[in-house]
């Protein structure tokens, strides 16, 4: 019987290792996809959209579709599908790991405050600026909506999910985008100080070049930790390898 992957999806490596298993003689592929984003981009292999039920309802799934190996691609910060995708893959015993691009690193000329949680980040936002480019994605903007002092300028993909900070301005946008890009947004708009997650990768770095380069303050939430005894490996050849399908 050929092989079943499962990847747990919605990130460019997801994509990126779809495409690559495809690719290999007798592999079977199904990429799930949580369908907090209406308009996903093609997936090589089989797709299903919709959230399982928790890590009992993982755990069914993968029994049923007799999945062989669990590759975890969601986002960083998705860290509620992490930790049903370790308790579903112990409970099976279907061979599990977490594919995660490394985070970022301040470098030199980087102002940055380094936040736990979205909450933290709000509260160091006052001395630090009134204007605010906030990228940390549409959910969770309530932890800024006590801010009445500043105002937001709320980058998302799709239109954020209330509530929303009282004096927001919202930008649809999707990346990657460049230097040019970021620098052209963070002074027309007066930006005072960027707040992003550590999502890590270049298709989002350019923003913390352009901050740098005007000299402004960033505040990075910092990942959530994965769950104990979880491995995690930083790209998809290091998955392969794992699989024992890498070339050569």
């Known amino acids: 019987m050929s092989p079943h992957v499962l990847i747990l999806g919605g990130t460019a490596e997801a994509r990126e290792l779809a ?16 369908g907090r984003v209406s308009r996903p981009g093609a997936l090589d292999g089989e797709v299903r959209v919709g959230t399982f039920g928790g890590a009992e309802g993982l755990a069914a799934w993968l029994r049923a579709h007799q999945v062989d190996a669990l590759v975890d691609a969601t986002h960083p910060f998705a860290a509620g599908i ?23 690193s301040a470098g030199h000329g980087d102002r940055w405050h380094e936040a736990a949680s979205l909450d933290a980040a709000a509260a160091l936002l006052p001395p630090l600026g009134r204007r605010v480019f906030l990228t940390t994605g549409r959910l969770g903007l309530a932890a800024f909506v006590d801010l009445a002092d500043l105002h937001f300028v709320v980058r998302s993909v799709e239109p954020p999910e209330p509530p929303v900070p009282p004096d927001a301005e919202v930008v649809l946008a999707r990346g990657p985008f ?12 007066h ?58």
């Open 178 to 189: 460049t230097v040019e890009d970021e620098t052209a947004l963070l002074v027309g708009h």
């Open 82 to 104: 992490t930790a049903n995708a370790a308790r579903a893959a112990a409970a099976t015993g279907v061979p599990a790991v977490v594919l995660r691009r490394p985070g970022w």
């Open 191 to 248: 930006i005072d100080v960027l707040v992003t997650k550590d999502s890590g990768g270049a298709a989002t770095a350019a923003k913390l070049s352009a901050a740098r380069d005007l000299g402004l303050p960033v505040v990075v939430v910092r990942r959530p930790p994965l769950p104990y005894g979880v491995t995690a490996v930083p790209d998809v050849f290091a998955v392969l390898t794992l699989l024992g399908l890498s070339p050569g």
């Open 19 to 34: 495409a690559s298993l495809v690719t290999r003689p007798g592999v079977r592929v199904t990429t799930s996809l949580a």
